[in-house]
T-cell receptor, first 111, second 112 residues
């Protein structure tokens, strides 16, 4: 099946810094999703992307659907301590096909 | 929270015993899913359901069975638990096929 490579695996940053993470695929996707998981909880949907080149914001979070349709980026601006958690990307090749999840980026924000 | 309740939240069981995990939704969504989450593997699909009594296998279905007798409930059963099934199990729901998924808060299962 398709592979999703998410990087970096972990990040340690200072409060106020900007963060960037990305996912790349071995095949073309028509949907990209970004989730955040807090400790002891389930993943929560942050942003959904459905069109190549699409740039979508949700507060301090911005995600982009890569123009090649094989990658996606998530940026967090001016990080705060509550941004701590694991961020997952997920992609879908075609409507109705199975979602593939990245392995996650563990974000630590030092006050 | 998308109106998804998983029970129990934590369970410890012995190898060889049967275990059933329950997912209950109040959203009346057609699609329901069971995932497991393990370090180094991310989220992997076990089984999913596209309606009452309609289920299908995911990528890691061996050793698991599911049932859906009502729209709101999706049960995951480990017929004879093994240590390799120690994991965190997440239920998810969606209106349409797969996207976007909304997850429950998980069940941490330990098989000793």
């Amino acid at each position: 099946g398709q592979q999703l490579n998410q990087s970096p695996q972990s990040m340690f940053i200072q409060e106020g810094e900007d963060v960037s993470m990305n996912c790349t695929s071995s095949s073309i996707f028509n949907t990209w999703l970004w989730y955040k998981q807090d400790p002891g909880e389930g993943p929560v949907l942050l942003i959904a992307l459905y069109k190549a080149g699409e740039l979508t914001s949700n507060g301090r979070l911005t995600a982009q659907f890569g123009i090649t349709r094989k990658d996606s980026f998530l940026n967090i601006s001016a990080s705060i301590p509550s941004d701590v958690g694991i961020y997952f990307c997920a992609g879908q090749e075609t409507s109705g096909s199975r979602l593939t999840f990245g392995e996650g980026t563990q974000l630590t924000v030092n006050p | 929270d998308a109106g998804i309740t998983q029970s129990p939240r934590h369970k410890v069981t012995e190898t060889g015993t049967p275990v059933t995990l329950r997912c209950h939704q109040t959203e009346n969504h057609r699609y329901m899913y069971w995932y497991r989450q393990d370090p180094g593997h991310g989220l992997r699909l076990i089984h999913y359901s596209y309606g009452v009594k309609d289920t299908d296998k995911g990528e890691v279905s061996d050793g698991y069975s599911v049932s859906r007798s009502k729209t709101e409930d999706f049960l995951l059963t480990l017929e004879s638990a093994t240590s390799s099934q120690t994991s965190v199990y997440f239920c998810a729901i969606s209106v349409g096929v797969e996207t976007p998924l909304h997850f429950g808060n998980g069940t941490r299962l330990t098989v000793t």
